[in-house]
């Protein structure tokens, strides 16, 4: 089998076509799907950052490294999802106003599919209007909130405070994540909960729906 330090590589160069094609050995040799990801894909997606912060890459080579994650991911992402048991739950899901990154919130969709439940994804840059929208108009127990801006984490805030103001607070349960934000922002600004990582979102999911179990 291939040394997965080149699925990695291939990420963080931009190389679509390797990162797919190393995924798809890697899975056709029994690597699982969630060591792939946890171990190798994000980690490159922090050092495509890091170098983004230092100024050795710029946004083309944040595109470039997006499409490749995501081009892997797409081998992923149905193993994560496939359980074929009856939804636990309904979760509306996005990526607040201002915020175009998907990567993580697609993931999370994933793992969640994976826990049982039905996701309702309402894609990127969510407006707080449209989260209140989505729990009046389906029967929603959670809705979840990705950011990956500190400047667009203050959306999380308001559209806490639309469900409040239209009165279906606390009808639902609110989960939020992303790189920036942290368990103290989600007491902060009155979420339910916040998960690390798109793996423990599941887990969280379930806990809060079933606080005793
Ligand atoms: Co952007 N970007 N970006 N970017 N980008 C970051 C976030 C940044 C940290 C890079 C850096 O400077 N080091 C920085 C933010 C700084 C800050 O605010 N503190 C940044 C910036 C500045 C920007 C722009 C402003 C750049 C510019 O234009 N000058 C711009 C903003 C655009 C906008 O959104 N309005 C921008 C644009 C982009 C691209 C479009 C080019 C691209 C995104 C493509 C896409 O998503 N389709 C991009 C990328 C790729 C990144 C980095 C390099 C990688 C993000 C990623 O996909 N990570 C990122 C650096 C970094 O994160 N290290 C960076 C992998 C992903 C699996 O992790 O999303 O963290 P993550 O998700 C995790 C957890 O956080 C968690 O689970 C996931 C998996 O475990 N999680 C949740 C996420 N959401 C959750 C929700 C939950 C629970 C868990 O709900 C319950």
Do not use: W
Not at 14 to 32: C, H, W, Y
Not at 135 to 147: F, L, N
């Amino acid at each position: 089998m291939q040394d997965l330090k080149t699925l990695s590589d291939a990420i963080i160069n931009g190389d679509f076509k390797t990162a797919r094609a190393t995924t798809e050995q890697a899975l056709a040799s029994g690597v699982g799907p969630v060591i792939l990801v946890q171990d190798y894909m994000v980690p490159a997606m922090n050092e495509v950052g890091r170098r983004f912060e230092c100024n050795e890459y710029f946004v083309p080579e944040l595109l470039l490294a997006a499409r490749a994650m995501k081009s892997a991911l797409e081998l992923i992402r149905p193993l994560l999802s496939a359980t074929g048991v009856q939804p636990v739950g309904r979760v509306v899901l996005g990526t607040v106003k201002g915020d175009l990154h998907d990567i993580g919130k697609n993931l999370v969709a994933s793992m969640l599919e994976g826990g049982g439940y039905e996701i309702i994804d309402l894609g990127v840059n969510v407006s707080p209007e449209q989260f209140v929208s989505a729990v009046q108009e389906k029967d929603v127990q959670i809705v979840a909130m990705s950011a990956l801006l500190t400047t667009t984490m203050a959306s999380m805030k308001q559209t806490i405070e639309a469900l409040e103001q239209a009165g279906i607070r606390n009808r639902v349960k609110i989960l939020i994540g992303g790189a920036p934000v942290t368990e103290r922002y989600a007491r902060e600004i009155g979420a339910d909960g916040y998960s690390e990582s798109a793996a423990a979102a599941a887990s969280l999911a379930k806990q809060v729906l079933n606080p005793i179990s």
